[in-house]
């Protein structure tokens, strides 16, 4: 499925610790399933660091959340070291004003958050302003 090392995760989203399967795709993000019982077939980012959902978006497929991840990881690479002092920080929300574009960035990422799926092509477009 991927060329991602599989590891484990602790999904900490739900108030409760539900270990799951996920694929590394740095060592600060991972991509999961969305719930535990892995029957929806959608898919989140999660923090390594916090167990929780970088962003709070729910993936179509596998592969568009992993490449969605590494674009956020692309972007937010120089920020993300801050999750180690405080795992449940907003790195988004606290760095919208350190990157380029990046309240446009926060903004256009807050649109994703309402919707109930996305695709790769969905965070392409929140994310366009990088360029």
């Not at 795992?87 to 807050?110: F, H």
Request: with cysteine; hydrophobic share 40%.
């Amino acid at each position: 499925m991927t060329d991602y090392p599989k590891i484990e995760i602790i999904d900490k989203s739900h108030g409760v610790n539900d270990r799951k399967p996920a694929f590394k795709i740095s060592n600060r993000l991972a991509v999961s399933w969305s719930n535990k019982n892995y029957d929806n077939d959608t898919y989140k980012i999660f923090s390594i660091v916090s167990y929780m959902p970088f962003i709070n978006c729910r993936f179509e497929s596998m592969n568009d959340a992993i490449e969605s991840a590494e674009l956020l990881e692309e972007i937010y690479s120089e920020f993300l070291d801050i999750l180690e002092a405080d795992p449940n920080i907003d790195i988004i929300a606290v760095t919208q004003w350190s990157i380029p574009n990046g309240i446009k960035i926060y903004e256009n990422l807050q649109g994703l958050e309402e919707k109930d799926l996305i695709t790769l092509e969905d965070m392409k477009r929140a994310l366009e302003v990088v360029k």
